[in-house]
């Protein structure tokens, strides 16, 4: 079984930045690593995803050219860099890992996540 520790979360202004960590261990790390959020009252969504390699990255419309994926495969971990945070970015962030985003999002195991406030 995968653990899955994230941090970095917090509150910011809009047009700030935060950089997150998530800390993987418990299985071989050679799959894809991801990022998912989930607003209160919202489903999670996925966020971004970067593989073993780090030769292919997705993400999804709304983050891009603000959120950076990048991973440490020495250090089992992936990170998310956040600028130009606007409000609707609020959402509790999670990790995941798996052989595809589908995969992931599917997983019924998630870590406990980080909160990530942006105010107006």
């Known amino acids: 079984q995968v653990q899955l520790v994230e941090s970095g979360g917090g509150s910011v202004q809009a047009g700030g930045s935060l950089r997150l960590s998530c800390a993987a261990s418990?299985?071989?790390?050679?799959?894809?690593m991801g990022w998912f959020r989930q607003a209160p009252g919202e489903e999670r969504e996925f966020v971004a995803a970067i593989s073993w390699s780090g030769g292919s990255i997705y993400y999804r419309d709304s983050v891009k050219g603000r959120f950076t994926i990048s991973r440490d495969n020495a250090k089992n971990t992936v990170y998310l860099q956040m600028n130009s945070l606007k409000p609707e970015d609020t959402a509790v962030y999670y990790c995941?890992?798996?052989?595809?985003?589908?995969?992931?999002?599917?997983?019924?195991?998630w870590g406990q996540g980080t909160q990530v406030t942006v105010s107006s």
């Open positions: 995941n890992t798996g052989p595809s985003i589908a995969t992931m999002k599917g997983s019924d195991y």
């Open positions: 418990g299985r071989t790390f050679s799959s894809y």
